[in-house]
């Protein structure tokens, strides 16, 4: 680990001016830093400086739920959302993604906000020694391309990147139709959580966050589609792992007819990834398993999978017909 400075703050304008000072573009905010502290430790990343930002914990560490939504500040942690009575009752699918995504230990540690900024775990961009990875060196071609990608992503993917976005909470939030707030040096701002994570065009600059911004919470709008709403995981081991795929699902029905399908796919494409062609064959459909497989296929008809993760295409399309019956199931 390279050497670095450190600085506590206690708020969050502070933050943000000390972030975009001497140090431009070198600095990073860190909370928990469950993933930071590992990519420094491997020479990934190396920040100049870290900026301590637990002490803004009174005011952006809170969850307030109301008719018209719920609020999660980006410096609650990642157990304290899971455990929370009215994520669970109303956004079930929030406390499945959160309770599935790590030990109970980085639950514990880990910032909302921090995690919807997780790296991807591709081993070549993690491992310096890899010296070809657009991600870590731009222009520098892609390993995975023809090398090790049983993992990798299948949806969003380029000729530039096919890196896996590792998340969970992110792709619940992105079928709830969540947005994201920030503060940064023009002062505050409300983007959708589809506009922060972007494409495989330019994989090293993943988010659309302007330096030095700094994300304060989380808005999830009240729907009649939240409560029948989970989160699948399909994974190598049940405990503690990476989803090779996952989805998030969120229907409203007449009866068995769909009125509303939220769909977002995890662990299969280069960002947190909306199936919007799959929810519109669901919508004004009744939802049996010919209507659900329909979905499915609809969901990867731009899938591109390389030689050693073909096989991830298939297993998506199962696991969201099973998570949209399952989620038929549910009582609203």
């Not at 972007?198 to 030095?212: F, H, K, N, Q, V």
């Not at 010919?290 to 993760?309: C, I, K, L, V």
């Amino acid at each position: 680990m390279r050497p670095f400075g450190y600085t506590r703050v206690d708020d969050a304008p502070g933050a943000v001016r000390l972030s975009t000072g001497p140090v431009q573009g070198n600095a990073q905010f860190i909370a928990g830093g469950t993933t930071q502290l590992d990519l420094m430790k491997l020479g990934t990343i190396a920040p100049a400086a870290l900026i301590d930002i637990n002490a803004l914990d009174a005011q952006h560490g809170r969850i307030d739920a109301d008719a018209q939504g719920l609020h999660l500040g980006a410096l609650v942690r990642m157990a304290q959302a899971a455990a929370d009575p009215r994520v669970q009752h109303d956004y079930p699918v929030l406390a499945q993604s959160l309770t599935l995504a790590a030990s109970p230990q980085l639950r514990n540690m880990a910032s909302l906000g921090g995690n919807v900024l997780q790296r991807t775990r591709c081993e070549y961009f993690r491992d310096p020694v890899w010296p070809s990875c657009n991600k870590r060196v731009p222009g520098s071609g892609c390993a995975a391309l023809d090398g090790v990608n049983r993992k990798h992503a299948v949806l969003g993917v380029s000729d530039r990147c096919i890196a896996a976005y590792p998340g969970d909470f992110a792709v619940a939030l992105t079928a709830l139709g969540a947005t994201v707030e920030t503060l940064g040096s023009q002062g505050p701002r409300t983007l959708p959580i589809e506009a922060l994570h972007t494409d495989a065009e330019r994989p090293d600059i993943e988010t659309s966050l302007e330096p030095g911004e700094l994300i304060t919470g989380f808005v999830v709008p009240a729907g009649a589609w939240t409560r029948r709403s989970l989160y699948l995981k399909i994974r190598d081991r049940q405990s503690y792992a990476f989803a090779l795929a996952s989805t998030a699902v969120a229907l409203d029905l007449d009866g068995d007819r769909v009125r509303t399908a939220r769909i977002a796919l995890g662990g299969l494409a280069y960002r947190p990834w909306r199936a919007t062609e799959a929810e519109a064959i669901l919508t004004g459909q009744p939802l049996t398993e010919t209507s659900a497989m329909a979905a499915a296929q609809a969901a990867f008809a731009t899938a591109r999978p390389r030689r050693e993760n073909a096989a991830k295409v298939e297993l998506g399309r199962r696991m969201l017909v099973r998570a949209l019956l399952q989620a038929g199931s549910m009582a609203a």
